[in-house]
């Protein structure tokens, strides 16, 4: 039998040699005509299988799959066994390391004594200075109410142990960063769970409501808990969202849908103005949200702002992808923005694009310029990303959920329905701000009795869409954790595709406070594209942050443009040098727009006259209203 690199067996009685004169190394030339049994042989470790293997002639592949499904549904698609192999490398390691652990019991009595003579002078002088101070973001012990005892003494010992968790999971030998910041981040969050303010005795805010309302207040927060509970086990979204419908309270800039494929819906709005600038502007969300983020309520609509300064505005609306559509990846995603830049070209021919997307749309949306590039391709005039990363070297706190073993977990949960189920993911972006987005609910709804106030960015976020098997995988194996896109690794038709190769201007647009798309990984374009950019750095966070239309209260943002020939600036450099301005940046975009159009003209009809793009139901279309 020839052998072509490692042994495959026909018979499990016999074993043939390992490696015939026939091997694949001998007949590519192997030096001195050693075969793979010889000094070029790999080690077994690097072999694809056992050189003496036995071929399997059943799978428990499929055993391992449907596990890991069932056990994810209780997890909510956290993988349990990447946490133990991180707690154990973390405990073990600890354990090897008696110079960190006397650390750590002097670091205990030193804040134990801090604590006693806190204490002693709170005692004597109420109004004394704490002596540790909450993180600038943590609101939770802001109340006066705090101050007193012995509620003082209660959430001061537990700021002090937290900050003992978070030397404890640190500055340990032979422990990866990636590693400890995932046991910081988990302590963390057991410790919110049993932070003060979660419980009726130890939160003096919440004792006092109690007194003053006879606990009526855990009676409204009892009804609120059954309401929430009902609506989540039938599938409705959260209460107050009604007030909020596509169509009739947030998504009513008018438009018509003018092309449906599979996984989009392409609408286009109507004009605003009497002249309308040459070149029409596509945007692309990210698949994983429904795209009226940017069609808010009217006073806060980037697209209605768009409209009303004179742009052809086209959107895509995605489809909220079935177990039917498991298979398709994210080539087929590809495929669907070109399908709608062919639209777009149709009905207003002869015009390049000015083209935008948010967040993972913006992600996409770089890999598709680079390919059109590489191409030869000349459709884009422009582009413009919104809180996009295109490097996820440095991903910040989202990293902590994407390991081997969690991807792996994620795959059999996502094998076994055929998506990735819109609550899997809310769990974990709920986890990176838990004590805002989980324990201060709990707390203001469920313990005081206070609902809170459902406005349209809230309603918004709770209608999340769902992201189909293999397009998933995907992009977590290939641009999230292998980074390819970054490398220029990342392969579109066969051949890989290269951010450096765009040469179009760039208008980059991050905020100060995301915890998805961390403003310094979005500025790392820089170092990937060789071509103008215009960059914006506005406060706020991956969603407020866009949002923020003139107006708006204590919004501020810093911008400053980078020429192709520039020198590169560190990005705390760049913040430095790039003067705070106070308002909105969406003017900012609408004159680098203009900056980069060719003029004005009449404005298009809505839809082609006749065929595929010709113009058919009135905005929001349909694929916005799938659950």
Request: hydrophobic share 35%.
């Amino acid at each position: 039998m020839e052998q072509t690199g490692t042994e495959t067996e026909t018979d499990a009685t016999s074993i043939p040699p390992a490696h015939s004169k026939d091997d694949t190394s001998e007949q590519q030339g192997a030096p001195n005509g050693e075969d793979r049994a010889g000094l070029d042989a790999e080690p077994p470790e690097f072999e694809r299988s056992a050189p003496f293997e036995t071929p399997d002639r059943y799978s428990t592949k499929s055993i391992d799959r449907a596990t890991d499904a069932h056990l994810a549904r209780f997890t909510l698609g956290v993988s349990p066994y990447g946490l133990a192999s991180t707690f154990f490398t973390w405990g073990v390691h600890l354990m090897g390391a008696p110079g960190k652990q006397a650390q750590l019991i002097e670091k205990a009595v030193r804040k134990a004594a801090r604590l006693a003579v806190y204490a002693g002078t709170a005692a004597r002088n109420p109004g004394c200075d704490p002596c540790i101070e909450p993180l600038a973001h943590d609101k939770r012990f802001k109340d006066e109410s705090w101050q007193r005892w012995p509620y003082n003494l209660i959430y001061q010992n537990f700021l002090l142990t937290q900050q003992w968790w978070y030397n404890a999971a640190r500055d340990i030998d032979g422990v990866s960063d990636r590693e400890e910041q995932v046991v910081s981040f988990v302590t963390r969050q057991m410790l919110d769970l049993m932070s003060p303010s979660n419980f009726i005795a130890t939160n003096p805010e919440v004792a006092a409501e109690t007194v003053r309302q006879g606990g009526a207040n855990l009676l409204h927060g009892w009804q609120n808990f059954v309401e929430d509970w009902e609506r989540a086990v039938s599938g409705k979204l959260p209460v107050g969202t009604e007030n909020y419908l596509p169509g009739r309270d947030v998504a009513v800039t008018p438009g018509k849908v003018v092309f449906r494929n599979r996984l989009l819906e392409l609408i286009q709005y109507a004009p605003a103005t009497k002249k309308v600038k040459a070149e029409p502007l596509l945007i692309i969300p990210a698949w994983i949200m429904k795209y009226y983020i940017l069609d808010l309520s009217p006073e806060n609509s980037l697209v209605r702002y768009l409209v009303e300064q004179g742009y052809t505005v086209f959107i895509a609306s995605w489809r909220n992808p079935t177990a039917e559509d498991r298979d398709m990846g994210m080539a087929d995603y590809l495929k669907a923005v070109d399908d709608a830049m062919d639209a777009v070209r149709a009905i207003v021919p002869d015009q390049k694009i000015h083209a935008l997307g948010y967040c993972l749309g913006g992600t996409l949306m770089s890999a598709k310029a680079a390919q059109m590039a590489r191409d030869g391709d000349d459709r884009l005039a422009t582009f413009t990303s919104l809180a996009t990363q295109t490097d996820f070297e440095e991903p910040d706190e989202l990293q902590l959920f994407i390991s081997e073993s969690e991807v792996s977990f994620l795959e059999n949960m996502m094998w076994d329905q055929g998506y990735l189920d819109t609550k899997q993911m809310a769990g974990a972006f709920q986890l990176l701000r838990s004590v805002d987005l989980i324990w201060s609910r709990y707390v203001h709804e469920y313990l005081m009795g206070r609902r809170q106030e459902m406005f349209d960015l809230m309603a918004w976020n709770a209608d999340a869409t769902r992201m189909p098997y293999k397009m998933h995988s995907e992009y977590l194996r290939h641009i999230f954790m292998n980074n390819e896109l970054a490398e220029g690794q990342y392969q579109i038709g066969g051949s890989p595709v290269a951010i450096s190769d765009i040469d179009i201007p760039l208008f980059c647009v991050s905020t100060t406070s995301d915890h998805v798309a961390p403003w310094r990984s979005v500025y790392k374009l820089h170092l990937l594209a060789d071509t103008d950019i215009t960059f914006v750095l506005t406060s706020g966070g991956h969603n407020a942050g866009i949002i923020s239309e003139p107006g708006h209260a204590g919004r501020n943002y810093r911008i400053s443009t980078t020429g192709r020939d520039d020198p590169y600036q560190a990005p705390d450099a760049w913040e430095a040098a790039a003067e705070e301005q106070q308002g909105s940046w969406w003017p900012e975009l609408v004159g680098w727009l203009d900056k980069h159009s060719t003029g004005e003209t009449e404005p298009p009809r809505l839809g082609a006259r006749s065929g595929r793009f010709k113009a058919n139901d009135d905005a929001p279309g349909s694929y916005v209203f799938q659950k």
